[in-house]
C-alpha cells in the first residue's frame, strides 16, 4: 500500500512508531486501565504517542491486543479532511486511525461463543464516519461477527495489510455486483490493491468474462492475474469501448464516471464503487431502468 510522496518523511517516522513494543501498563487515579496508540493531528498528519483509555467490550465482543497494523492511503485521507475521509472515521480528539490488524484475543464478551482467550484473529475496523477506534493501538474491540481466526498458512504480516482489499472486493463483486459463474465483468484501477484483488476474486467467481482498466506500468502484472481483457487507459478511451457489462466495478475512488458507465450495463446489471461521489448519487437513478448503483 503507497501513502502519498509528500507525507514520506512524516510516514517514516509514523513506521518507526508502529513497530511493535510492549508498553506498561498505567494505573490512573480512578484506576481505570490506560494503553497506548499513535495519535495524529488534522491538517499536519503528525503523530504522537498518547495514553488512552483501554477499550471494554461489550457482550457480543471480543477485546484484541493488536500484534501488526498496517498504512494505506486512509490516515492522508482523514486527516487532510477530505470527502473521502468523512466516509472513514470521525474526528475524534484525539485521532487514534489505524483499520487493518492482526491480534490476540485477551477478553471475551458473555455473549461471544465462536472465540476464546489467546485465538489469533484478524479483520479490519469498519471504515465508517462513526468509527472512533484505531488499530494504531495497543488494543481495539471487535464485535465477533466482524473478525475472523487467523489462518495458520499465512503470514500474518500478509494478513495485516491484505485484509481490508481482498474482502472489500468480494464484497464488491459477490454481495453488491452480484457476480456470479457466467457474468461479464468490468474492474476500473485494476492495477491498485482492492482493483488486483478483484481480477483475481472474479476469475475464482466464474466470471464469463474479465475485462480490466489499468496504467500502461500495470498491464503486464494484471494480465498475470488472469484478467481476460486488460484496456490500457493511457491510451484508450475506456468510454469508448464497445462491449456492455454485467457488472462494473469502481475501484479508484471514483475517478470514473458512474453516470457514463450507466450506458455500459445490461439490464439488470450493477455499478458498484467504493466511494460515493455525486455522479455515483446521480447514478441511483439507474434503478428505473432496471439497473442498480451500490456503495460498498
Known amino acids: 500500500m503507497v ?10 517516522s509514523l513506521k518507526s512508531t508502529l513497530k511493535h513494543t510492549t508498553y506498561p501498563y498505567i494505573i490512573s487515579n480512578r484506576s481505570n486501565i490506560i494503553m497506548k496508540a499513535v495519535a495524529f493531528e ?8 498518547v495514553n488512552i483509555d483501554k477499550p471494554t467490550p461489550s457482550p457480543s465482543q471480543v477485546l484484541v491486543r493488536v500484534k501488526k497494523s498496517a498504512l494505506d492511503t486512509s490516515p492522508q485521507a482523514v486527516v487532510s479532511k477530505s470527502m473521502i475521509g468523512f466516509f472513514l472515521h470521525a474526528k475524534t480528539n484525539p485521532l487514534v486511525l489505524g ?5 490476540t484475543i485477551e477478553a471475551v464478551g458473555e455473549d461471544v461463543s465462536d472465540f476464546e482467550v489467546d485465538d489469533v484473529v484478524w479483520g479490519f475496523l469498519q471504515y465508517e464516519p462513526s468509527q472512533k477506534q ?7 474491540t471487535i464485535h465477533e461477527k466482524e473478525c475472523a481466526h487467523a489462518p495458520g498458512n499465512v503470514d500474518e504480516t500478509v494478513l495485516a495489510a491484505a485484509g481490508t482489499e ?20 468490468l474492474i476500473l484501477g485494476a492495477g491498485g490493491s482492492v482493483g488486483s ?7 475464482r467467481l466464474e466470471a464469463s468474462h474479465v475485462t480490466a482498466v489499468c496504467s500502461t506500468k500495470d498491464v503486464q502484472r494484471v494480465k498475470g492475474f488472469g484478467a481476460d481483457t486488460v484496456i ?3 491510451k484508450e478511451d475506456v468510454y469508448e469501448y464497445g462491449s ?10 471514483a475517478k470514473y464516471s458512474a453516470l457514463k458507465f450507466a450506458k455500459k450495463l445490461n439490464k439488470g446489471g450493477g455499478f458498484v464503487c467504493t466511494i460515493p461521489s455525486m455522479g455515483y448519487m446521480l447514478s441511483q437513478l439507474l434503478c428505473l431502468s432496471g439497473k442498480k448503483a451500490s456503495f460498498i
Not at 488534522?42 to 504517542?49: C, E, F, G, V, Y
Not at 484505531?134 to 481495539?140: K, R, W
Not at 464484497?171 to 459463474?181: I, P, S, V
Request: hydrophobic share 35%; charged share 25%; aromatic share 8%.
Open 99 to 103: 483499520w487493518h490488524y492482526v491480534g
Open 244 to 253: 456492455k457489462f454485467d457488472v462494473i466495478f469502481d475501484t479508484t475512488s
Open 232 to 234: 490500457d487507459r493511457s
Open 3 to 12: 501513502i502519498k510522496s509528500k507525507q514520506t518523511s512524516q510516514i517514516k
Open 42 to 49: 488534522l491538517k499536519t498528519a503528525n503523530d504522537s504517542i
Open 197 to 203: 484483488a478483484a481480477v483475481q476474486i472474479a476469475k
Open 134 to 140: 484505531g488499530a494504531f493501538s495497543e488494543y481495539i
Open 166 to 185: 481482498t474482502i472489500t472486493a468480494l464484497q464488491g463483486l459477490r454481495d453488491a455486483g452480484g457476480l456470479t459463474k457466467g457474468k461479464s465483468v
